[in-house]
């Protein structure tokens, strides 16, 4: 989507990861450079890129983990995956046709909710060692009824980063090739526009860095995705969701049908207990009388012994 290619250039800064080594770099560890840390926001189910770049140098070495799980390796110009995770087994690639142009990102297909976390990116040359963080956060889409209102979140929970400088933050709704302002706020006036009768916007909350938008009495094309940008000088922090309106005669006839089933798998339960006492109680009964059949020929036998002949 066009609004995740925004996405893979999220920056944030963050204290360095100072004293960090890894053996399997070129580099000296004098020569450690940390990035800053980044955040990348996907969807379930779709493609992401975790950025990672550097100054190319001839010899490069790139390894991408997540904890302490392998998620790629790559030197002496070939991948090594002999100790992937097993999650990330054909989902993962590097652009191997820009490695030597000093780009180490990482595409991700098909996320699920298990991807999220922090992925480290170390890339070593001849001369230096850098080590670059990102955290990949995935969000599913969002399913609301017609008529109701909706909040669209948007923290920046550093709100350190917000101190003594000027930032703006931004909503606007992606669609195809265009997108559509719906607000905006300037630090600078403190001043907040909002553009459309069913938008608001709590200025307490904004005092507070929570940037969240409430969409009134949604509409069924209200659906398409809302990509919030809080930035400033320094940095920048994008978020993405997306929400799907749904009818609400869909929403009742959706409900009918779940609870018509829901009730015809009761019957049949029922049906089905029923159907096992019964049969339960023939073979009781079946069985009762074959007993008192069999008590009655012992008890016949008893009295009328069979005579032998002379």
Known sequence: MKAQAVLSIILILVPSLSGFHDTFLLASPNLV???????????????????????????????????????????????????????????????????????????????????????????????????????????????????????????????????????????SKVEKETSSILAYFLSSSRNTTIYGPRVSWNKEQINQTDFSLTLKDLILSDSGEYLCNISSSKYTFLTIQALHVVEQSQSRTTWIIILSLGFLAICIFCILKRYNCFRRERSSVHTERANMTNAEESKALSEHPASTGN
Request: proline share 1%; hydrophobic share 30%.
């Open 33 to 171: 450079t940390t990035e800053e840390e980044q955040i990348v926001i996907g969807r379930l189910g779709e493609d992401i890129i975790l950025p990672c770049s550097f100054e190319s140098e001839p010899e490069v070495v790139i390894h991408w983990k997540n904890q302490d799980n392998y998620v790629y390796s790559y030197y002496k110009d070939r991948d090594y995956l002999e100790n992937q995770d097993h999650r990330y087994t054909n989902r993962t690639s590097l652009f191997h046709s820009e490695i030597h142009n000093g780009n180490a990102s990482l595409s991700l297909r098909r996320l699920s909710l298990l991807d999220e976390g922090i992925y480290v990116c170390y890339v070593g040359t001849t001369s230096r060692k850098i080590i670059n963080k990102v955290v990949l956060k995935v969000g599913d889409d969002l399913h609301k009824m017609q008529s109701e209102n909706f909040s669209l979140s948007c923290e920046l929970t550093n709100s350190i980063f917000l101190l003594d400088q000027d930032f703006k933050v931004t909503w």
